[in-house]
């Protein structure tokens, strides 16, 4: 049976393998060779790997990636970790125009094989400059790839697989997953590049959970139930590319989709789910949850009202699936399921 693993040993057991296989591969970014080993995803690896494999660097995100870049067009595979995405906006430059275009500009004779690590969501009050999600930004770009693992055995997989793909990757990371535990086979090899999963089978509306908030919908799924509303609940993992032929084939059995994300809605990876789900499913309903458009608060009663949880997904879909019906009481229903693992931060 697969070990019960937290999703942050996950990481550092991905990195870990990478590390071991290819010789090339090495971390670094702020503070990974520290004692908190940014929230233990990076715990052992200076010990293991030495100081030239795996060490600190200024915070100088422009400038690091961009020896990142370099690295990487010499031969290496870069592990650079961004405590969090906000930051990379410091780094579009590179990351956008160099990294993601090398290749296609110099007709195939390059390839910016680096891993991008982006931290991103809710913590501890960290407001409007520490808590975004930005993933949709890269989506956007062609010659990245986006990846959002929301389990322990994909943080492991899709880490082994993002160091091996010979495009640059944007690898995102839910702080509120990191004390999140599941069972994780360690032997088992890297991601297919591109692939989601269905989580949950059902009949009646079609969930789309981005990185954390598949557990939201997998919770806002067993509320449902109740209900008697059936929802399948896909986790796309791969953010680009994205594996629009499993969600279409979900949506043409169910006719009604939900998109949540763990980021702000206009323009962003919801909207490209639903608009490309519209353009293949004539008559589809469609609803589409996230961040409240504005930026994000720090006092805990205005965050309640900011980030979407189950019971949000669950309106929607009660909403779309049976819009005569009265809506139940599913905050209270949900204070009897087991609570999520809590993020101590404070980074």
Partial sequence: MPDMTAYKEAVRLGIARAMRADDDVFL??????????????????????????????????????????????????PIHTHIRMDFLLLCMNQLVNIAAKAHYMFGGQVTVPMVARGIIGKSWGQGAQHSQGLHSLFMHIPGLHVVAPATPQDAMTCMMASVADNNPVVFVEHRLLYNREGPVDISAGASTIGKGRVCREGGDVTIVGISNMLHDALKAAALLEQANVSAEVIDPIWLAPLDMDLITRSVEKTGRLIVADAAWTACGASAEIVAAVAERVPGVQVARIGFAPTPCPTTPSLEKAFYPDAVTICVAAMRLAVPEASIPPFAAMAEDMQQDPVFKGPF
């Fill in 28 to 77: 670094f970014g702020l503070d990974v060779d520290d004692h908190l080993g940014i929230q233990g995803t990076t715990l052992g690896l200076a010990e293991e790997f030495g100081a030239k494999r795996c060490f600190g660097t200024p915070l100088s995100e422009d400038a690091m990636t961009g020896v990142a870049i370099g690295a990487a067009m010499a031969g290496m595979r």
